[in-house]
C-alpha cells in the first residue's frame, strides 16, 4: 500500500486535486480526456498522474489501445478514518472535502474498478481466486468451480450446494489475468469480471474491474470486503468477519 506520505503529497498540488475532481465527476477517463480545458501539456498532466498513481489515488487500466484513468477512495477512506473520522465538528469536514468525496460516485455509472496491494506472490493469489479450498475461506463460505479453461463453464455455489452464480471463462492467464462473465442467479442480469495481477516493489498490486454493474449495485462494497478478506487471509492467516455480509449486498449484482 501507498505511504500516507505519497497521498499527502499528491494531495498538496492544486491541479492534481483537480484531476481528481475530474475522475470524480466522470471516471475512466484517457489522458486526453483529463487534458481538456486544462491550461497545460499532456506530457505535465501525464507526470501529475504518474504521482497520483504512485499514492495509489488513480489506478490505470487498458482497453485496447486505451489508458483509462480510475479514481480509487481506498487512501481517501484511509485519511478519512485516521484523522477526520474522529472528529464531529462539521467545519473540519468542510475544510477538506473529503467526506463528500467519499459519500459520491467515485466510479463510472455503470463500471467499478478496485485495486490492492498483497503481500504475497502471484501464484498464491492466483490459487486464492481460483480454488474452491481457498475460496471458502475468505468469500463466507462461496465456492468457485470450474476448470479455468477459456470457455468453460463457472459456477459460485453457496455452503449448502446451491448455485448462486453461473458465467463463463473469457481469459485466463495465470498469475496474470483472469476474466469471467457473470450471472446472478433470479436477477436476470450478466455482467463481467477482469482480474488482473502486476507485481508492484516485492508485493502484488491486484485489480478488479465489474462491469456494467447498475448505480444500485452493493457488488462494489462486496468486493472491497471479498478482496480485504483475501488479503488478510494470504498475509496473516485469518479472513475478515466482514465478508459475512456479503453475499446479502452481491445479490445486487
Known sequence: MAAMDDVFKALADPTRRDLLDRLLAADGQTLNQLCTGLAMTRQAASRHLAVLEGANLVVATWKGREKLHHLNRV???????RWIGHYHQPRLVALTGLKQALESQTMSDNEFVYSIYIDASAERIWEALTQGEFTRQYWSGRELRSSWAVGAPLEIVTEDGTPEVTGKILEAVPHSRLSYTWFSIGLDRESNVLF????????????????????????REGWVAILSSLKSLLETGKPLEATRSWPRQARSA
Do not use: C, M, N
Open 196 to 219: 488482473e495481477l502486476k507485481p508492484f516493489a516485492g508485493s502484488v498490486q491486484l485489480t478488479i474491474t465489474h462491469w456494467p454493474l447498475p448505480a444500485d449495485s452493493r457488488a
Open 75 to 81: 487512501p481517501l477512506q484511509q485519511v478519512y478514518d
